[in-house]
């Protein structure tokens, strides 16, 4: 029996040599948001003038076709107003998030994550929020009909 | 008349058969080892304590109970740190944590009972962790924050192996090697949790864990022998 054991425990002892942190990360700020028209469920491309953000002077989009939207939202609050202003309209969207921070390693860093995505308001017709998490990989975090 | 004899013997071993009892054959008490306490043992890991830096720094108490084949074994600890990191900041963590489990001998007919065990363990860890962020978005600018949990907790169990010897009188000492799984946390809600003292890096899957001990042992009262009888002659 322990003449059996024996090894297995050795191994199972250096095989902690492999425990080697990565420093990966795929958290982001970046929001994206797919625009679908309202009558049938099909992507919609929509001219922007631009699109502001609060906590920023940047302006996103701006003179963008697009039917896929990146929008950051602020990494210094738990709420980002977005104000869209496109063809003739002008609406706004407040999202919510919770910001929690991971520590990889100390050689890596840390890096906050966005999770808990919601809608706040908005002056949409409708807003569907698809995933909660921001992440890198993420295809779509929200869905505007409009 | 063959076939009368061979009729008569088959009776004849049958009858046999059936006078027959089966006995299971216990094995006498003598050589089965009784379950009551023998000593208790206390001792330190001393790895942890040479490995403290300005950094890092731990301790942990060990005891066990001498039950005969299986010792019941209890570990608690303390543990800080503090990591600068690489981002910007820095990462604080302070907590203690208690094991509790068996360790099952292997070598059974030691005379000095040294000790080479598998066990188990479960483990649960009190901790608080703290955060400061620097960041930068090319947005918003760069920002610093602090993140704290300030009550986290969490729990895992453990498989042991290692070995315990005896090298004077009543002075041991041993290993113990650690397979820690299962690792959940909770509390660590603005903070996901890195390490949870006792257990180690978070979110792994496995860790693993190293003890080098020193102990003493403190042996209690033998059991009486009965008296043992002169025969007369």
């Known amino acids: 029996m322990v003449r059996l054991l024996f090894p297995g425990m050795l191994a199972l002892l250096f095989s902690a040599c492999l425990d080697d942190p990565d420093c990966v990360s795929n958290s982001t700020n970046i929001m994206r948001i797919s625009l679908k028209r309202l009558d049938v469920d099909s992507a919609r491309t929509v001219k922007f003038f631009w699109i502001s953000a609060s906590g920023t002077d940047s302006v996103f989009h701006q003179g963008d076709s697009v039917s896929v939207l990146r929008l950051p939202v602020n990494t210094g609050a738990t709420a980002t107003t977005y104000k869209f202003y496109y063809e003739t309209k002008i609406d706004s969207l407040v999202v919510g998030y919770r910001r929690k921070t991971k520590v990889v390693s100390p050689e890596c860093g840390a890096f906050p994550q966005y999770e808990n995505l919601a809608v706040l308001s908005t002056s949409f017709v409708e807003v569907k929020v698809i995933t909660t998490q921001l992440a890198i990989g993420v295809s779509k975090n929200l869905e505007i009909k409009l | ?233």
């Open chain 2, 1 to 233: 008349m063959c076939l009368v004899v061979a009729c008569a013997q088959a009776q004849v071993t049958q009858s046999v058969e059936e006078d027959t009892v089966r006995v299971k054959v216990k094995k006498p008490d003598s050589l089965r080892e009784k379950i009551y306490p023998r000593a208790v043992r206390i001792g330190t890991d001393v790895l942890v304590l040479a490995l403290n830096t300005s950094r890092a720094s731990g301790w942990e108490v060990h005891g066990d109970v001498d039950l005969g084949r299986h010792y019941l074994a209890v570990d608690y600890g303390g543990s800080s740190r503090k990591d600068l990191l690489a981002t910007g900041g820095s990462y604080e963590n302070s907590g203690s944590f208690w094991r509790a489990g068996v360790d099952i001998n292997l070598l059974r007919k030691d005379p000095d009972r040294n000790m080479f065990f598998i066990g188990f363990r479960y483990g649960r860890a009190s901790f608080n962790e703290t955060v400061n962020v620097v960041s930068s978005d090319p947005f918003f600018g760069s920002l610093s924050y602090q993140l704290r949990n300030p009550s986290a907790s969490a729990a895992w169990g453990e498989l042991t192996t290692g070995l315990r010897v005896k090298v004077w009188k009543e002075f041991w000492m041993g290993y113990t090697a650690r397979m820690k799984f299962a690792g959940s946390v909770s509390g660590d809600d603005n903070v996901g949790t890195y390490i949870a003292p006792g257990f180690g890096i978070v979110g792994q899957g496995i860790t693993w864990g190293f003890n080098y001990q020193l102990f003493w042992r403190i042996p209690f009262a033998k059991p009486k022998k009965p008296p043992i009888t002169a025969v007369p002659k």
